[in-house]
Every structure is written in C-alpha cells, then in structure tokens.
Nanobody, 119 residues
Framework: QVQLVESGGGLVQAGGSLRLSCAAS????????MGWFRQAPDKERDFVAR????????SYADSVKGRFTISRDYVKNTVYLQMNNLKPQDTALYYC????????????WGQGTQVTVSS
C-alpha cells in the first residue's frame, strides 16, 4: 500500500505564494502518477494538477495554468505544488492522490491540507 501525507498549507494574502508537499511512503514503486485535487466548502472535489511518476508529464486545470506548478522529487518520493499569484477562489482543502499501477484512477488519498487566501 501507498501512504500519502500532505503539508504546507496555511493562510496567505491574495497574490502570495505557497508550496504544498506530499510525501509518499510504502510501496511507492507501484505509483504510476500523482495528482492534486481541491475541495471548497459546499463544492465538489476538483482536479488541480497531475504528474506521471516516471516521465514527469504534467497537466493542469485551466483555472490554475500559469500560476501553479507540479513537480516531483523521485528520490524523496515527494510531489510538490508550487502555487503563485494565489486568489481567494483558490481557498480549499487540498488533497494529494496517487494512481498506482493497473488502476484506472486515483486509488490512494492523503488527509488534506487547508489553503486559505484572504482578499
């Protein structure tokens, strides 16, 4: 099994930056891709960004393109989400997720880290 632990959330003013981290442990050799999702109060969980574990191919939601960057440290088994030019609408609980080999979708989730952007 793969375990995920997020960190790095907090309170920031609009226009500021935060970097989220997601440390993976356990059978990390089984990871195919990792992603970030977010869920605001009374809203559905939305996709934010994705990176494939081996090739490092990335994809982003339109709402964060040009502001957020996903990256991974293969040695540390950690995925990062650099968030710049934050907006109040970015306020949400951010989740890290892993898609393991042969799984059609993300099958492992972290507990979430809160990001709050004040105007």
């Amino acid at each position: 099994q793969v375990q995920l632990v997020e960190s790095g959330g907090g309170l920031v003013q609009a226009g500021g930056s935060l970097r989220l981290s997601c440390a993976a442990s356990g059978r990390t050799i089984n990871i195919f891709a990792m992603g970030w999702f977010r869920q605001a109060p009374d809203k559905e969980r939305d996709f934010v960004a994705r990176i494939t574990w081996g090739g490092g191919t990335t994809s982003y939601a339109d709402s964060v393109k040009g502001r957020f960057t996903i990256s991974r440290d293969y040695v540390k088994n950690t995925v990062y989400l650099q968030m710049n030019n934050l907006k109040p609408q970015d306020t949400a609980l951010y989740y890290c997720a892993a898609q393991t080999q042969l799984q059609p979708s993300y099958d492992r989730w972290g507990q979430g880290t809160q990001v709050t952007v004040s105007s």
